[in-house]
């Protein structure tokens, strides 16, 4: 398959999103007040598109590379055993000694099956790796959700993204009530689990099996989704306004709203890496870009080991200069990352920890190194 630089693109933005929310974190924690205060707050908030982004790319590319081909089961898990579970399962051991040097766990914490539970199964030993667990689950479910989709198609046929966006509307406005009133109250990690990313996970799935045609919709009907996101900016932000302020909002107002924004910004930041990619733009920015988003599944998992170490010495309440270190320190962390991942990458043994697990009676073959990078676009 040749590689879709527009996908590439947005990754390597989602990527460099995610990284921002943990970097301006500090930014949003040391300015208090003044209108430097509500900016960070804004901007930092504006990037919560990013997880959501990925999980939509995720969905595109599972349809997309299997379109018109059979789901073989065995070849499919064992690839996604080999490039997502083992890595997950080492770097949530890893996590854990660290929060035990740091002394956030004792050795009494480990004794227990029910923090192992929510560390393994629902992405709990650090912040950022419930997203493993979304992942695990949309790839342990994909027979299911290719089926439904393919389903709607064949029922619908030319009206199948009107009822593929409907059933998506309708199912999570049902989990979210669903949640509210009953799940609540035993369950408290809905972010852990695919179902409050399935209005997403749908829709991507029908967008990679009907690539070209979403593509050229998106062109076409672009003006109208800016709009929309620009609606939904603007409603997204008045709410970040009220919380910060303590004013009492519409919670099923506030969680649609988010739905929303999080879909359009991603559509948004789509459209405009087709028009890079038709304009042919190549430039330093988005040749940046186009590596972190390379990288992004080993800077996705080993950079909040640095912005921890960030938040220990970054003690600067000064806007501008803060602002300053903080974009050099956000700069200094890809390239550090990426360097990591590269030295990681040489080794056989050591691949596996950013989920490429190089067969050594293979490692040196062209042949399997372009199989490799196909597979890696999966």
Not at 113 to 132: C, D, E, F, S
């Amino acid at each position: 398959m040749e590689k879709n630089r527009e996908i590439g693109l947005l990754r390597g933005i989602a990527m460099c999103a995610v990284v921002g929310i943990h970097t301006f974190s500090i930014c949003v924690s040391n300015v208090t007040s003044g209108k430097s205060a509500w900016a960070y707050l804004i901007f930092h908030s504006m990037l919560q598109f990013a997880v959501p982004c990925f999980i939509f790319i995720s969905s595109i590319l599972l349809s997309y590379t299997l379109y018109g081909k059979p789901l073989q089961l065995k070849k499919f898990y064992s690839k996604k055993f080999i490039r997502i579970v083992i890595p997950y399962i080492l770097w949530t051991l890893f996590y854990l000694v660290f929060k035990l040097v740091f002394r956030q766990l004792t050795f009494l914490d480990l004794a227990s099956w029910q923090n192992w539970w929510l560390w393994l199964g629902l992405g709990k030993a650090y912040t950022h790796l419930y997203y493993m667990s979304v992942i695990l689950q949309l790839y342990l479910f994909t027979p299911i959700l290719l089926g439904f989709t393919k389903l709607v198609q064949r029922i619908f046929k030319k009206f199948d993204l009107i009822a593929i966006v409907i059933i998506a509307i309708s199912l999570q406005v049902g989990i979210y009530f669903l949640n509210r009133y009953f799940i609540y109250q035993y369950f408290k990690y809905q972010a852990t689990m695919m179902i409050w990313y399935l209005y997403i996970i749908l829709l991507g799935i029908w967008i990679g099996f009907n690539y070209e045609r979403f593509k050229e919709g998106l062109k076409k009907y672009a003006v109208i989704v800016w709009g929309i996101f620009g609606v939904n900016a603007i409603i997204y932000i008045r709410y970040v306004i009220c919380l910060k302020k303590s004013i009492k909002i519409n919670t099923a107002w506030y969680q649609c709203n988010w739905f929303a924004y999080a879909l359009f910004a991603t559509l948004c930041l789509l459209w405009i890496c087709l028009m890079l990619k038709e304009k042919n733009v190549h430039n330093k920015v988005t040749k940046a870009i186009e590596v972190v988003g390379d990288y992004s599944f080993g800077i996705y998992l080993m950079h909040p080991v640095i912005t921890f170490v960030l938040r220990k010495i970054i003690h600067i309440s000064q806007p501008f200069i803060l602002l300053v270190v903080i974009l050099i320190s956000y700069v200094a962390m890809m390239l550090m990352c990426i360097g990591i991942i590269k030295v990681l990458k040489l080794n056989k043994w050591t691949s596996i920890i950013v989920g490429e697990y190089k067969l050594w009676q293979k490692a040196n073959s062209s042949k399997y190194k372009d199989q490799m990078a196909i597979e890696s676009r999966a």
